[in-house]
């Protein structure tokens, strides 16, 4: 690959959202960051102690529901109670609703395997309540594939009135989104159970499925993925085909008050668990795991997540910014925290094209843009490429030609107001993967005998000199170790390759002193 369209492609990887070394550390406590606003709401902050990390030795089998502490779903307040009978048991569940007013009511679904056939939307009944009555999630299945394992339908369950709870259940084999509610307020998804199966073990199965791979085209002609994240020498399997998954498991959007507890989310071509373009609202106790982008916070005001677990995930959390369509621009007031994110290493089969095929195979975290992020509490663990990762749209304008001005308005591209301290990070960047890991080996870091990436990586970019883009607090000996490529980089807007890495070689600083900020 020429040099100019390898660094273009590390960069664009970096912001298209889209080892052995000890490094670890906790950035400093405070609440502002900087005279342009706060930096989140606040909070306690730190993970109640000094808990083990959690780390690539300690993924658990998630091959059934395994949300630690969930509560107990109730079964004696149900209006209505369906049975699976095999065969189109997603007419039944139409004909329910249809016919009976289940407004602020119960509709339960009992144990067993439901034959799916089609997508359940909710376009009546404001507080209704669907849930399973099994003990667990895993006891009613709501299995959208037919009899080769190919999908039926579109999405899963489709809801758009206020007030809907989804409750104790497993939805499986989508063609879309496992579970969706848009343009509501008040949406509760508890214990909430979204996959898809591996392709490979379907009855229809693709040719190739345990075919060698070893180079990222060999398994293409299925739109199968490897086994194995390539590196000069590596040679892998086929493995299912991830890629035909559904884009996003949980899935509410222009929403107000959203909770999203004690659910689990498995294979996501996209985003496990997606909350976008919603004010206030609430993400937290959960799993994802083996998705594209594991839990992800985008263009939100007022939104918390917290407690969540995310690994084996390509990128583990994300809080993102984007030029998109429609009134809500912002990403203010966001806070992550508390959660794990590890071991984030897995093999990106994202769907070609999209935002998230960028996303770098092993991110811990990325801020992308925003205006009052806080990120803190949080164990940060084992993702090879790197810890956390901010960055602006402009980069993404500058390297890969998208995104560029004029944006929308109201839309501000810039990093502002990012608020990370307490954090626990190691082993991260100690083996940097793909075009990414080769920008950061140009720096000097990230191979063997060099140090590993530092904790947060920024490209640097303000719109203004005074802006605060990052805070660390202000304990020099707790905070983060950072990189921060440097504002002047930004500029021109399509510079080559040997003007970029100049720059970056002459400007890139690991030094923490600018962001110590005063609470």
Request: aromatic share 6%; proline share 5%; charged share 15%.
């Amino acid at each position: 690959m020429k040099v100019k369209v390898l660094i273009s492609a590390i960069l664009a990887s970096m912001i298209a959202v889209a080892g052995c070394s000890d490094d670890s550390g906790t950035t400093g406590t405070g609440g502002t960051a900087g005279s342009g606003g706060t930096a989140g709401s606040g909070g306690d902050g730190g993970m109640g102690g000094t808990p083990v990390p959690k780390g690539c030795d300690d993924i658990p089998d998630a091959s059934s529901y395994i949300v630690p502490n969930a509560p107990a779903t109730a079964t004696d307040d149900c209006d209505m109670t369906l049975n699976p009978t095999g065969t189109n048991d997603n007419a039944q569940i139409i004909d329910a609703l249809v016919d009976n007013d289940l407004t602020d009511g119960t509709l339960c679904l009992g144990v067993g395997t439901w034959d799916m056939a089609g997508t359940i939307g909710v376009t009546d009944d404001p507080g209704l309540t669907i849930k399973g009555i099994g003990a667990s999630p895993d006891d009613v299945v709501l299995d959208y594939a037919d009899a080769s394992g190919d999908c039926r339908g579109t999405k899963g369950i489709n809801v758009g009135v206020d007030n809907v709870t989804i409750e104790n259940l497993w939805v499986k084999n989508t063609c879309e989104n496992g579970v969706e509610q848009r343009d509501t307020d008040g949406s509760v998804f508890r214990k909430v159970r979204v996959s898809w199966d591996d392709r490979c073990d379907r009855p229809a199965a693709p040719a190739n499925c345990d075919a060698t791979c070893g180079s990222t085209e060999d398994c293409a002609d299925d739109r199968l993925v490897c086994d194995t994240v390539f590196t000069a020498q590596a040679e892998g399997t086929c493995i299912g085909n991830m890629t035909l998954n559904g884009a996003y498991g949980i899935y509410p959007t222009d929403c107000q008050n959203t909770l999203v507890e004690y659910s689990q989310v498995q294979g996501a071509s996209d985003a496990g668990i997606y909350i976008g373009k919603c004010t206030g609202g609430s993400v937290e106790n959960n799993i994802v795991n083996e998705n594209v982008a594991g839990l992800e916070v985008e263009n939100c005001v007022g939104v918390d997540a917290s407690n969540n677990s995310a690994f084996d995930n390509v990128g583990g959390l994300f809080a993102l910014q984007q030029d998109i369509s429609g009134d809500m621009q912002s990403n203010t007031d966001v806070r992550l925290f508390d959660n794990e994110t590890y071991c984030n290493n897995h093999p990106n089969f994202a769907k070609p094209g999209s935002a998230v095929a960028g996303i770098p195979v092993g991110t811990g975290l990325l801020s992308f843009a925003g205006d009052g992020v806080e990120i803190f509490g949080n164990q940060i663990t084992d993702n090879q490429t790197l810890g956390i990762g901010m960055a602006s749209n402009i980069l993404n304008c500058q390297v890969a030609g998208s995104d560029c001005p004029p944006y929308t308005a109201g839309y501000d591209p810039f990093v502002k107001q990012n608020y990370i301290h307490d954090n626990v990070f190691t082993n991260n960047g100690t083996d940097p993967l793909g075009d990414f890991g080769t920008l950061f080996k140009i720096l000097g870091f990230g191979s063997v005998g060099r140090p590993p990436v530092p904790n947060i990586v920024w490209d640097g970019y303000l719109e203004n000199p005074s802006d605060v883009g990052l805070c660390l607090g202000t304990d020099a000996a707790a905070a983060a170790t950072v990189l921060v490529i440097g504002d002047v980089c930004q500029d021109p807007i399509n510079p080559s390759f040997e003007d970029y890495i100049t720059c970056a070689q002459d400007n890139a600083s690991t030094d923490q002193t600018p962001f110590l900020c005063v609470p």
